[in-house]
């Protein structure tokens, strides 16, 4: 049974997890294939949130099982933490599995990422400093922990030492910082060795064994595109490949097994940390957008910065990631503007363009359309028919120009508020 993947069409925050949490309930797997702990999910369940960092978002259906896949870096103390919570809550964990081939992020991974972003200055990329970069570099460099080396007490011991003893060269001669010490990281790694090893699995025959028997799967992405090491705004991106293509390579499984791509995107943007954002608002309209919105973020409770929908951005998004389901999340957020600027140009070196540059640097700027604004709340409406013309004609202009329809719209962080455009196809897929 072909699977379905959900991935961010921006710089992240778009929603997924709320996504993720409605498609999960008719899923039997949901599988994350890369990021870290440096990003959060966030799901709003009547007066309850969660927010999710490691666990994929499946977690709150007792009968869905849920793998932190291969391509994924784990913090260890980080999903300990995640995992009690959730238990303290009265939300079952015992579904949650890791993949052998996942890597683990270290103390000196933290601390490289502080290190080295202090060491930019002002030219900093803005990291979660939640060491994710660095534990990739490990991992490319070859010569990174792997899960399956807790579970075997001399690999671990040798690969720690190693890099311990050459990380605190970098922090004595380079970074000028204190060196770490060796024996109570190993033992503090082999405690949390001895908590997770029952949740330890080899995922790619665990997913590859789902799909032939014609499991349900659902695999979940971290970030965005635009943040995807190989094709968002670099060097203002995260250390993996957050498009659909990461899927095959986060989890182990050929083109041929995916079929939805299911693509999220805010009725605006948003982003969080430096780098180009050519749809930028900069006056009172951005704080109004994130008091309503808001535009916090899960991990970090930065604020984020607000803009303009980028249909340039997006329909570059949907053009890499062969998204042929289209989520709009945040509608509800517009409601109270007279007008909504969307973003069909770019004014780039002094030329009028209309592809997403792969140079995209801090100067380009959005040429816009007006649109008039529905001044109507909307978050109580439950069928598309029932929305303001001008909220129609938004999505229509959208569809239009992506040469795509939406299939569905988010008007709340509540788990019930949506409105599915599409039922016929929805239903068909999803059910």
């Known amino acids: ?12 925050d778009e929603g997924k997890g709320k996504i993720t949490d409605l498609l999960a309930k008719n899923s039997d797997y949901v599988i994350r294939y890369q990021g870290g702990n440096n990003s959060g999910h966030s799901i709003h369940i009547r007066n309850r949130y969660f927010v999710l960092h490691l666990v994929p978002s499946g977690v709150i259906y007792s009968g869905v099982k849920c793998i932190i896949g291969p391509g994924v870096v784990i913090d260890p103390k980080s999903l300990i933490q995640e995992i009690q919570n959730l238990e303290s809550i009265g939300i079952n964990t015992s579904k949650v599995f890791i993949a052998k081939r996942a890597h683990i992020t270290m103390p000196y991974h933290r601390l490289l990422d502080k290190y080295q972003e202090e060491a930019l200055g002002d030219k900093s990329i803005g990291t979660t400093q939640k060491g994710i970069g660095p534990t990739y570099e490990d991992k490319i460099a070859r010569i990174g922990i792997r899960v399956l080396d807790l579970l075997n007490l001399e690999t671990f011991y040798k690969k720690l030492k190693y890099n311990i003893d050459l990380k605190n060269k970098l922090f004595i001669k380079i970074f000028k910082k204190k060196p770490l010490i060796f024996q109570s990281i190993y033992e503090e790694y082999i405690e949390y060795a001895k908590i997770l090893s029952d949740r330890i699995v080899d995922a790619v025959y665990e997913i590859h064994n789902a799909f032939h028997n014609k499991k349900k799967i659902l695999f979940e992405g971290a970030q965005a595109m635009l943040l995807d090491i190989n094709y968002g705004t670099y060097p203002y991106v995260t250390t993996s490949s957050t498009s659909t293509g990461g899927v095959c390579t986060g989890a182990g499984v050929p083109p041929h097994f995916l079929k939805n791509f299911i693509g999220i995107t805010k009725a605006y943007c948003t ?49 890499i990631n062969g998204v042929n389901c289209l989520v709009i999340t945040k509608l509800d ?28 640097k801090q100067d380009v700027k959005g040429i816009y359309i007006d649109h008039p604004g529905w001044k109507q709340d909307i978050s109580h409406i439950h069928e598309y028919e029932d929305l303001p013309n001008n909220c129609k004609k938004y999505i229509k202009f959208i569809e239009d120009y992506l040469k795509l329809e939406v299939l569905l719209i988010s008007v709340g962080s509540e788990r019930n508020q949506n409105i599915i455009k599409n039922k016929s196809i929805f239903f068909r897929i999803f059910t």
Do not use: H
């Open 271 to 319: 982003r969080v940390g430096f780098g180009p954002f050519p749809t930028e608002i900069k006056s009172e309209i951005c704080d109004g957008i994130r008091k309503k919105g808001n535009e916090y973020g899960a991990t970090t409770k930065r604020p984020r910065r607000c803009g303009w929908l980028d249909l340039i951005a997006l329909k570059y998004s949907c053009m």
């Open 333 to 360: 957020v517009l409601s109270e503007l007279d007008i909504i600027k969307i973003c069909v140009k770019y004014k780039y070196e002094n030329k009028i363009i209309k592809y997403f540059p792969s140079n995209m």
């Open 1 to 12: 049974m072909p699977s379905n993947v959900i991935v961010g069409l921006q710089w992240g």
